[in-house]
């Protein structure tokens, strides 16, 4: 649970896309511990926020501050290795001929050294490294239920398998804060209910903060301790999740649908 200090403060953010106004001054402020989740309708500027929030689109106004520190201006890589901060994308991304331990463990290299060239150097300390992350791979494998078809290569794991192989991989460099775009997307319901454990697990048990977009709100909802609703790229809604699916100015614009 939050302790309610600042892990992610977005202030007056503005992104145009030509005339499309994706973002129109959107203030946020995410809170260490918490999964806040983000809803709204398609086209209502959601991963456009995402994009502003971690580099990968450039904000035509307003800041960005990690634990007070203004990244508005920081690039992709210093972000998610300074800032122990990731994203996860729409499309799931794991190497289809490595199995769930050697996905994770090069997830953990290539945050953990220094520079790629290093990730080939087999000195004690690196093999420290290496044995210290193939600990924890392990321990994800159990966390996310992937035990049973850990041994197949990626590529051959369902698609709902290979999300939790990409949210475990995620886990490996021990961030602080994820924001996750649509993580249940297209996954049967039996694999839905470990992608929410696995969420609460990493929340609860390692402290990870995180920000969802899920148009699943029934799941969302249960899964957030805050919900903030965006329209049209300006926020609706930040409350609760009781008091948000009760808000007629949400239900009008995205819920009641
Ligand atoms: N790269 C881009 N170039 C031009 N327009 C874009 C680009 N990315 C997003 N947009 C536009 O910006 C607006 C917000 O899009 P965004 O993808 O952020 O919404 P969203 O809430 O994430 O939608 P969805 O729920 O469908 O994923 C939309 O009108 C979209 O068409």
Same mark, same amino acid.
């Given at each position: ?30 809170? $260490? ?5 983000? &809803? ?34 920081? *690039?992709?890589?210093? &972000? ?15 190497? *289809? ?16 050294? *220094? ?55 995620? +886990? ?23 992608? &929410?454990?696995? &969420? ?25 301790? $805050? ?27 995205? +819920?009641?649908?």
């Amino acid at each position: 649970m939050t302790d309610g200090t600042s892990m992610l403060r977005i202030e007056g953010l503005r992104k145009n896309y030509g005339a499309v106004a994706a973002l129109q001054g959107v203030d946020i402020e995410v809170r $260490r511990g918490e999964v806040l989740g983000l &809803i709204g309708p398609n086209g209502s500027g959601k991963s456009t926020l995402f994009d502003c929030c971690t580099g990968l689109q450039k904000s035509d106004a307003g800041r960005v501050l990690l634990k007070g520190i203004d990244i508005t201006d920081w *690039p992709m890589n210093r &972000i998610a290795r300074e800032g122990r901060f990731l994203r996860s994308f729409q499309k799931t991304v794991v190497f *289809p001929t490595l199995d769930c331990e050697e996905n994770l463990v090069l997830a953990g290299q290539m945050s953990s050294f *220094p520079n790629v060239l290093s990730t080939f150097w087999i000195g004690p300390s690196a093999k420290r490294r290496v044995s210290a992350l193939r600990k924890r791979a392990k321990e994800l494998i159990e966390i996310t239920g992937l035990s049973r078809v850990a041994h197949l290569p990626a590529g051959n794991m369902s698609g709902g398998q290979q999300k939790l192989l990409q949210f475990a991989s995620m +886990l490996m460099p021990e961030p602080e804060l994820i924001l996750l775009d649509e993580p249940l997307a297209g996954i049967n319901p039996i694999l839905i209910e470990k992608v &929410i454990q696995s &969420i609460e697990h990493a929340n609860r048990e390692l402290g990870v903060t995180f920000v969802v977009i899920e148009h699943n709100t029934d799941v969302l909802m249960n899964l957030s301790h $805050r919900v903030v609703v965006l329209h049209q790229g300006a926020k609706l809604a930040d409350d609760t999740p009781e008091a948000v699916v009760k808000n007629p100015e949400v239900i009008e614009a995205y +819920l009641g649908g």
